[in-house]
């Protein structure tokens, strides 16, 4: 239950953080894209931002023995790239371009009924059960 309400607390400041940012707004990152036209540097800030408090806090919990709520960090450690990341990155990139929107701030603009947002969470939860299911099907083959 400490777990749920941790990760329920922490998305829930996260999604403050981001609807105050204005990063809920499409018009943000398509206006960050265009460098040739009235480029509105508030998503760099953002990231900058983010890269800052990252950078300090992740540092001081990996100091720690272990997580307070769990038994061990659990970090990636794989290094390598494999096709899977790079055309998922690029699809992602690209779906982030197009529309403005990404998973996080997606969810979070949900609140506003927006008919562009419902499309979009939905199209996204299609593709991750597209994925799954992709994936279980070529685990299966081997």
Known sequence: MKVLFAAFLSAFVFGIGL????MTLPAKVVGFLD???TWDPSLALVMVGAI????VTYRLI???PSPILSAKFLVP???DLDAQLVVGSLLFGVGWGLGGLCPGPALVALATGNLKVVVFVASMCGGIV????YIKWTSAKV
């Not at 597209?130 to 299911?133: G, N």
């Open 19 to 22: 609807a105050l940012a204005g």
């Open 35 to 37: 460098i040739t036209g």
């Open 52 to 55: 800052a408090v990252h950078a």
């Open 62 to 64: 990996m100091k720690r």
């Open 77 to 79: 450690t794989r290094r």
């Open 130 to 133: 597209l994925h799954r299911l």
